[in-house]
């Protein structure tokens, strides 16, 4: 059993940026490739960024590249989510989630899911 829960969502103005936080507890956190993912009202949840269990490898949506970064310190079993440029699309809950599966940008690969944090961009 893995608990996760988000943290540092918020609103803020569009060209700002936000660190999200995702703190682990259970399991050994460094076990879980752990991914973020999000999901805007009426709309269903989509991949953001994947980071490996080292943290050496990470992976992208197309959206989000070059804006967001994604990493992780094991040592305190948190994954970070660092976005800059933000603008309104990026408007949406934001999902921490540990990965099982073999696919790392579907969300059925993922076993432990936190309850998110939103993240309102305004224009």
């Known amino acids: 059993q893995v608990q996760l829960v988000e943290s540092g969502g918020g609103l803020v103005q569009a060209g700002g940026s936000l660190r999200l936080s995702c703190a682990a507890s259970g399991r050994t956190f460094s076990s879980f490739a752990m991914g973020w993912f999000r999901q805007a009202p009426g709309k269903e949840r989509e991949f953001v960024a994947h980071?490996?269990?080292?943290?050496?490898?990470?992976v992208y949506a197309d959206s989000v590249k070059g804006r967001f970064t994604i990493s992780r310190d094991n040592a305190k079993n948190t994954v970070y989510l660092q976005m800059s440029s933000l603008n309104p699309e990026d408007t949406a809950v934001y999902y921490c989630?540990?990965?099982?599966?073999?696919?790392?940008?579907?969300?059925?690969?993922?076993?432990?899911w936190g309850q998110g944090t939103q993240v309102t961009v305004s224009s």
């Open positions: 989630a540990t990965r099982s599966g073999i696919g790392i940008t579907t969300a059925q690969s993922y076993s432990y």
């Open positions: 980071i490996n269990r080292s943290g050496g490898s990470t």
